[in-house]
């Protein structure tokens, strides 16, 4: 049902087949997530309709009301548990398994698809956080946990309760999560807001695998490209004169010098890494 133009599968071939292909990195968004059924940043559908996913991943909204950015986070908990990884998580984990390539997965995405589909941890950097790790939000608590696939987390996060209904139920800030250490601190979800900075570490791997390897095929999957700084490595590596590839549903009108497999990255991406 993909259709590839066959000269793009062509030179795409070529350039992958060449001695010249030893670096790659794979720079991943919500589109490829999207046919493992979870909605995209921009796109979000059934009950999140009614909010802007971009305001609700903030840290005022946190702080203005607690409960309603929790319930936005448990229900995506929820539809992530549910879901299963598709082929186009899976080429990128055999990516990562080759021992004749360089390769690295920055991805934006906080569902653990990648790492269900069996990826290399090493390989993988998850960039914006992940919906299965929490921190405590009191200053002098530095406690945090790391892959809690428990859900619901608490009765007042129970999907079940808020999934069918049009008005979500006002929860008060006992009804939350809260720290096992400081016991007074309110916990939330591990992932980068905006106006947060990265972890630094995160920054330097990627500065580092970008920089000093020089990237030689970069492949850019179901990601709108808005968000700062993972944008940027596009441009980065085409200035050092790497080759870059889009997968996306959506043709890219600005860019010129690059390859376009147009159409669901879970079908377009086996093709072209077979
Ligand atoms: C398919 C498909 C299919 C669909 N197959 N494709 C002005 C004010 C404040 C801040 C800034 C500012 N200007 C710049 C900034 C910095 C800001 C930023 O970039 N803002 C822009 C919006 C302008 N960045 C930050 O704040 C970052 N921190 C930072 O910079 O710190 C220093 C600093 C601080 C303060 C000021 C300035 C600097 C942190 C950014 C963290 C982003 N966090 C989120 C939430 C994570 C947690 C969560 O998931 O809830 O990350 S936002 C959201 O966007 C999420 C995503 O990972 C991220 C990217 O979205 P993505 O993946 O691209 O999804 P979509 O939906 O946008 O696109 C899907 C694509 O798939 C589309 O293209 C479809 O066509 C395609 N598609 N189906 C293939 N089947
Ligand atoms: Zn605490």
């Excluded at 186009?88 to 934006?108: C, D, M, P, R």
């Excluded at 009765?155 to 006992?174: G, H, M």
């Amino acid at each position: 049902s993909t259709l590839i133009p066959v000269s793009t599968l062509e030179s795409f071939h070529n350039f992958l087949r060449s001695p010249n292909c030893k670096t790659v990195l794979a720079l991943v968004g919500a589109g490829l997530s999207a046919s493992s059924g979870l909605s995209t940043f921009r796109g979000s559908g059934g009950l999140w309709k009614r909010y802007n996913a971009i305001d609700l991943a903030t840290p005022d909204a946190f702080l203005d009301n607690p409960g309603l950015v929790w319930q936005f986070y448990a229900y995506r908990r929820h539809k992530a548990l549910q879901a299963q990884p598709n082929l186009g998580h899976y080429v990128l984990a055999e990516l990562s398994k080759l021992a004749n390539i360089n390769f690295l997965t920055i991805t934006q995405n906080v569902d653990g698809l990648s790492q269900r589909s069996d990826h290399v941890p090493e390989k993988l950097l998850e960039f914006h956080g992940s919906l299965f790790g929490m921190r405590c939000t009191n200053f002098s608590c530095s406690y945090e946990e790391h892959n809690n696939y428990k859900d619901p987390l608490c009765e007042a996060l129970r999907v079940d309760n808020f999934d069918q209904t049009d008005v979500l139920p006002f929860l008060d800030e006992q009804e939350l999560p809260h720290c096992p250490a400081c016991k007074v601190g309110l916990l939330r979800p591990a992932v980068v807001w905006f106006g947060e900075s990265l972890p630094l570490q995160m920054i330097d791997k990627a500065d580092e695998f970008i920089v000093r390897n020089r990237v030689d095929l970069m492949l850019v999957i179901g990601t709108s490209q808005a968000v700062w700084p993972a944008a940027s490595y596009v441009d980065i590596v085409r200035n050092q004169g790497g080759k870059i590839a889009i997968f996306n549903t959506e043709p890219d009108g600005d860019e010129k010098d690059c390859w376009q497999f147009i159409g669901d990255s879970a079908e377009t991406l086996p093709v072209a890494m077979e």
